[in-house]
């Protein structure tokens, strides 16, 4: 989901690095359709958040949204204050919804607020609310696939790197990082990282430098359900080469469709994917720097990688 951006305020001047609370995996995401066998994964990744001093209660965190959101039963249950109507722009269209005054939004030991959150159905976000960039812009998150935990940390403060890592700088738009050293079958693409969406997703430019007009064998139509509860038609196929930098990964399945942020991002006219969780799980960690626009990869041992390899330059 896309919508709009604000500052996050630290809690403290000098603060320890916050373990935010062990996230869960998701199994609410509604994929109608064909089914294929990726789909079935659910990795969307959830963490403990304090709304106004109240809670925890369950979020959502979603690189790919610029702004956090509640759930409307959220804000009927703490009687949160009624803000105007804003229009939510999500990954099958926009939606007019209301809004509530929060005063913070606590994760570990940072704080974030006042903001003025839009409120969206708890049947389709599936969670008490959602994270987004907005919480995160001086912020380094760090997402471990394995232990399913998330770390949220002032990104002034030095990166230590564990294990084996592979770093790629990306460019920073409307807050969003932006990984140009990426390629799906060899072709130049642009991807945005998007920890909320439970499937990778490819513009229709991809899709026409991959097959022109045609449609291959092989791809088969799906809908997707967005958080605003809007369908998506997309049409999905697997790819045998993915590359992020000096990765290679293969039996990627993208879903193609030209879905309203890649507008929100310039990119709908090159070639240019959303990489969702079913992409990133095949990592044991992901840094997100926004303040440094830096992203970086770690990698399973050698006996967990599937489907993965590494190009030394």
Do not use: C, W
């Amino acid at each position: 989901m896309i919508i709009l951006a604000l500052l996050l305020a630290n809690a403290s001047v000098t603060p320890p690095t916050p373990l935010v609370a062990p996230a869960v995996i998701d199994n609410s995401l509604e994929i109608t359709g064909d089914a294929l066998a990726a789909e079935q994964l659910k990795r969307r990744m959830f963490i403990e958040v304090k709304v106004n001093d109240s809670g925890p209660h369950r979020f959502l965190v979603d690189s790919g949204a610029d702004r956090s959101v509640v759930s409307d039963g959220l804000a009927a249950l703490l009687k949160l204050p009624a803000g105007e109507s804003v229009r939510v722009q999500g990954m099958a269209g926009h939606r007019d919804v209301g809004t509530y005054e929060v005063a913070t939004l606590t994760l570990g030991t940072s704080e974030v607020g006042p903001i003025t959150a839009p409120a969206l159905s708890s049947r389709h976000l599936g969670a008490d609310g959602l994270i987004g960039i907005d919480a995160l812009a001086d912020q380094r998150l760090m997402l471990d696939f394995d232990k399913r935990t998330i770390t949220v940390q002032d990104s002034r403060r030095p990166y230590v790197a564990i294990g084996n890592e592979i770093l790629v700088t990306a460019r920073r738009r409307k807050g969003q990082l932006i990984i140009t050293q990426a390629t799906v079958e060899h072709r130049d693409v642009s991807a945005v990282i998007d920890t909320g969406s439970e499937i990778t997703l490819g513009n229709n430019a991809l899709r026409r430098r991959l097959f022109g007009t045609s449609k291959p064998e092989g791809m088969q139509e799906i809908e997707l359900v967005s958080v605003t509860g809007q369908v998506l038609k997309a049409e999905a196929m697997r790819m045998d080469h993915v590359q992020i930098g000096g990765l290679v990964l293969g039996n990627v399945v993208i879903a193609f469709a030209e879905a309203p942020p890649f507008a929100l991002f310039g990119l709908t006219d090159r070639p240019a994917i959303f990489l969702g969780s079913d992409l990133l799980s095949s990592f044991r960690r992901i840094s997100l720097d926004f303040r440094n626009r830096k992203v970086r990869f770690s990698l399973r041992s050698n006996s967990q990688q599937r489907d993965l390899t590494i190009n030394r330059y």
